[in-house]
């Protein structure tokens, strides 16, 4: 099994651009969600789903739109790029084993913004 | 809401030397508690993690975490660090209203020197 895998690993844009960034996963898990990591904070919710068609918004979510068209696939699309989402993005799935959700990262994507 | 705290963004230890990563949580339900550990330019790996039962907790590379309830804590230990255990380190709470959710702490990192 692949695990978690994210596309693009790296990735420049200039200000305005728009761009798609792919999570997929083979672990059949109903939850996927997009986090960003930036020096000193953390890891962020931007926005996750708990099933094949549903999104939620998250902790930071503007400026970030996300789909989820089939299970194993979650997109995080950014519109207008701005130099305030250069950041590491992470996605992640969980499954539940009883009450708990155990989250399963990917490698991530760098993404600087110009 | 929940938050984690986690005091000491950077924790520096002589290799053999006790490892102790500090987190302390925040929760008005019964928290899920949660270490992972990111390697450089790589995802974050589940350590450990607390959900009921036994307070002490046994992971992957040798770390143990405890669930101190009473001093709302979950304090990473390892007996004798290895210079493979350099690595940034983030505690998370879930809780049993949120637990598809993760809210990590800002992170420690951890040098081994020799």
């Known amino acids: 099994n692949a695990g978690v895998t994210q596309t693009p690993k790296f990735r420049v844009l200039k200000t305005g651009q728009s761009m798609t960034l792919l999570c997929a996963q083979d672990?059949?898990?109903?939850?996927m969600y997009w986090y960003r990591q930036d020096p000193g904070m953390g890891l962020r919710l931007i926005h996750y789903?708990?099933?094949?068609?549903?999104?939620a918004k998250g902790e930071v979510p503007d400026g970030y739109n996300v789909s989820r068209l089939k299970k194993q696939n979650f997109l995080l699309g950014l519109e207008s790029a701005a130099p305030s989402q250069t950041s590491v993005y992470f996605c992640?799935?969980?499954?539940?084993?009883?009450?708990?959700?155990?989250?399963?990262f990917g490698p991530g994507t760098r993404l600087t913004v110009t | 809401a929940q938050s984690v705290t986690q005091l000491g963004s950077h924790v520096s230890v002589s290799e053999g030397a006790l490892v102790l990563l500090r987190c302390n949580y925040s929760?008005?339900?019964?928290?899920?508690l949660f270490w992972y550990v990111q390697y450089p330019n790589q995802g974050l790996q589940l350590l450990l993690k607390y959900t009921t039962g036994a307070t002490l907790v046994k992971g992957i590379n040798g770390f143990e975490a405890e669930f101190k309830k009473s001093e709302t804590s979950f304090h990473l230990t390892k007996p004798s660090a290895h210079m493979s255990d350099a690595a940034e380190y983030f505690c998370?709470?879930?809780?049993?209203?949120?637990?598809?959710?993760?809210?990590f702490g800002t992170g420690t990192r951890l040098q081994v020197t020799l």
């Open positions: 929760s008005s339900v019964p928290p899920y």
């Open positions: 672990m059949n898990h109903e939850y």
């Open positions: 998370a709470v879930s809780d049993t209203v949120t637990a598809s959710k993760l809210t």
């Open positions: 992640a799935s969980s499954y539940s084993t009883g009450p708990v959700y155990e989250q399963y």
């Open positions: 789903s708990v099933g094949e068609g549903t999104t």
